[in-house]
């Protein structure tokens, strides 16, 4: 059955369910463990530098999008550059049309409606999960959109490899007032606790105060 | 011959039945609870928050598409926005083009359109349903679309999980004369009955006397 | 086999028949049972208004089309809609070029047409069978439309759910001198006898005299 | 084999035959028997119009395509229609550009080319072959054209259901020199024995004296 | 297999052959057996016009394209006549721009550049082989394309029906200086000792002294 | 598996290689024998002519491309016609723009480009392997290019039929200071050997000297 | 199962992996062994020149892009010049729009995007890597991008045949410190010890000093 899916698979399967946005999810969950968490006076990126073998640089995982808003994602690697490049694009383009900046809900709509529109037709759905933090006059905003582009709000997330496990550890270590350094520790340890030892992991943030979303230094694996 | 109907779902099958549709149907039956209710002084929509995780936000349920009008929606999160999407645009057009409020039949129209167009070529269907509520030159108007571009209008109609029995819980309940807090109660006791248990419900409403659609604060789970 | 047949469906079957097509008429034969009848005065189109669910206004079944011609259909009720906007949209165009209403040989072309070209590509054919009345320069006119786009003239046509029995009884009743009321009795009696009951019945009328096409005051199920 | 050609069936099969196309002539041999006969003042079109049911007007079956030109044809109804149009707007479009009466030649150039067309690319063919008749500076012509856009020149066609028992009565009581009684006679003959019985048929004649195509009035069923 | 290779007929088999275009040759194989010869002085083109029924004409098997030049063809009616057309409107495009003659060479490279491309694409090769000839600036050409688009040139061709037979028999007969009433003879014979009794030919010249392409008075069947 | 492949072949197997690509290699190797050489002084073209049968001329297998460039191909001969057309009208092009003579590695970027887009999208590869021999700025050029676009430079090539053993031929008596006269011998050898007989061969020669490539008369069966 | 992937390869398995992608790296896996290697001073690209027969002269492995970068592929040799071809006219259009050297990042953006839109249309994944090496205001720069369009940054690449063997030796030898001389050695050593002898191996470079891309001298097998 699961091959008689396969050949027109942007349809519906007898259930109802969306059978390749289902398998694209299954690639997303291979990805690195990828988290977002926003506290009272920032919003934090990390994302598990997977550990490469020599001579290799670990590839940029925490993208600043425009001077207020930061990216991550988790996923096919190509995929996850292509609805980076999406959502810069359309941050130039607003800054150029109305010369503000754009908030972080359009932003999040144009990621959407990317990623639905490659549901409806003879294409594949993206293998990839994006996380965007920025700061705009509603304040700070946290926002997941995953391969059949609906989007999700929160204060944290969890997309790739053993996600549910480092959510998990977030969600116990939480609290809206925690500062950076907490905040930086514990993604730190939920996504090294969801896999099983030290991790290399990219950092983004984007502070209240500043308004800027920048990425951090490297953290060494600890 | 389930799996032969999937090749070409977009076309009949022996029966006359449009396969693909009817599994888009499922796709709404998997949705989150949903209603509508129209009652002499308002129309009423609310739409159960399906318990999420902490640390994330519920999504939006109920959509202001233009000041006299409301939306709610159940099935693939992404179909739903992205109809809001299409009927929002429909209404900022409208008053573009007329400098007028465009009313609910021309709406639902676009709904249905968008929505049957999506039932004839090699695409998929959205799985989807819409119930939009809204004030016109006709009065009071409830109307809700299915997958196939078909409009149905009528004082109440529930969509998603367990719809029949929240209906019936409705339908018992319904007086034309009812007031907004009574049929605050009633549509929450009739999702909260279909699904067993107390829920988080979010609600919007178009008075007949101020001819404004708005979203209720969220009502916290009983 | 008739599996096999789904494949590439616009296509004939070894005995030259369109298979997709001979499947769209099963869908109009599942909608609900719908009359036109033509007398010397008059044209009258009667639709059952299936019984629907407390809180549901039934749908429109008759159509008014432009001043002159109305129309009901069958089926697919999404592609009934979407037929009749056709035909409406061609009526309007002709009376901004021509400056003149639109006769109904050149609607029923329109509509043929339409439905012609869905049985020769590769998408679906109309699930609808369409029924029009007017008054033109040559007279009262009742035409039937299919799903294959063919054309029928005549005084009396039934489609839709046990459209055979319907006919029969018009055919026994039918004289061509039959007053308005007479006619719909007649086709009040056809619907309810073929549905085994009283039914809830739309009907609208173009009268010789008027010229008019007008929907008459939905008739309580007797 | 049959449901495999079925897949791709605007290809050749091993045999090099195009399976569709034959496929489309059984739809043309499911027609009403259809005759065309030219003698030496005129040319004859006779289509059998089938019993129809009470309270229907039996169909056109002969049509005028331009005032010296005619056509009948065969096999789905709505094919039949589209391809009449084709072959009106060409005549049309003949007298605006060149200010003369099109040719038959071109007529039925126009309609092989337009056929031909649909066997060559994925779509359907035309389930229907076609018959012309009309005088032009070439004197009369007579000419059938069939579903793989082969035009046949002659003084007799028969086409549709038992075409060729009808067209071996038009054979053995042909001659050149007969009058039009006599050919209305034969044809008729041809039809009704063709059929078994005595059949409602539908004349049209271009006669070389008045240069122009008639229908004449339906002859009663013998 | 040969079921298999239906589906994408215009890919190559594994053993590296055009499968479809093999078929297509099937198809030319069917058709009437059609002769060209060229000799000192002239180029023949012979074509058996196959027994008809009464009342039919036989159709055009010999066509001028051009004042210089003829053609002929086997194979689907539809199809030789569609590429007849093709090389007809290039001869006159050429006459157009140029105000000179078209020269063989060129009319052979349009006709195969036109069959090369319907075996490159999804579409169906034609299945018809044509033969050209005529008398430019090079004397006379004799020409034959088949339907891969391959151009062959020589002094004798045969194309259709047991063309090996009726080939062997002019090989047999040729001379280069025969005269164009031996020719007959021999494009005759070969033609019906092909076809094992005696048949209508219809044949056309081109000759050295006139560099006229004439079709001949149809031969009568011996 | 190999007819499964057969379905979507411009795809990968399993191994990774293109399924449609190696089949069309096949159609080269039933070709036939060509040879390309590259001496110090000339670049030679050689191409065995098949024995035609009489009355068929043999096919031109050599080609000029433009005055100091020619070319000569194996396979499908609608391919190599359509590919040497491809890359004269590069040539022509060239000379218009740039009123220089087209360098030999623009010319084989040229054809491959052309060949490796088919390889790439829903169409056939083309069925023919091409060597190009000229003179430019760079000295004599001998390139030959394969139906998956990919160029090979040298001094000695071979394709179509019994290619290898006719390379081995070649490999052997190769010497880069050899004569023109001694080439020509060696290239007949290669051929003759390769297909255990006497040939006819077709041979196209660029020399250092003159830096034109012409068409040698067609060498008679030794 | 794997066959049954072959119908759609450019959608998703049940596992999430895009098939078609993971074909198209084994056609990289069979393609000569290729290295980048990036030192203090100087980016290194060496690949095997496959032992090739006689007559023939290698393919050029490594690719002038522009002056200040170099290319260097391994899989399908069509792919890869296509590739090569794609980065070298974004270089052109840089220089012309910006006059400007356009930045590796840049460079590698593009073919990310070219390869990565061949994974989300029905078109094959291109089957080759590419290593791009360059200077520019970042210093020197090495970069791999691989069939699915994912680049990444490092000191040491290795693809192709027994491209992990290779690595590895490369990995052994490497110090940021090294000489070209010393580079050259490793790298050699490296193909070499890979493929199990002494190779052929085309080296290019650039150096930080000069701020070209030069190819070496092809090294002879030691």
Redesign the interface.
Known sequence: ??????????????????V?VD????????GSTTLGLKAKDFALLSSQVRP??????P?EKVFVVDEHVGATGSG????V??LV?EVRVAAQRHRLVYETRIDVGTLS?VL??H??S????????F?ASVILAGLDELGLQLVQVDP??????????AIGQNADEA?EV??QG?RPDMTLDEALALTTRAIEGANGGSSQIEHGVVRRETGKFERLALAAAS
């Open positions: 059955m699961a091959a008689e899916m396969q050949r027109m698979p942007f349809f519906y399967n007898p259930e109802g369910r969306l390749q398998y694209a999810l299954q690639a997303v969950s291979r490469t073998r020599a001579l290799l640089e590839a096919y690697i190509g995929d550059n292509t490049d709509r959407s409606q990623l639905h490659f549901t409806l037709y003879a294409v594949r759905p293998g059949s582009g609906t989007p999700f709000r929160g204060s944290g997330f959510l977030v969600r939480y």
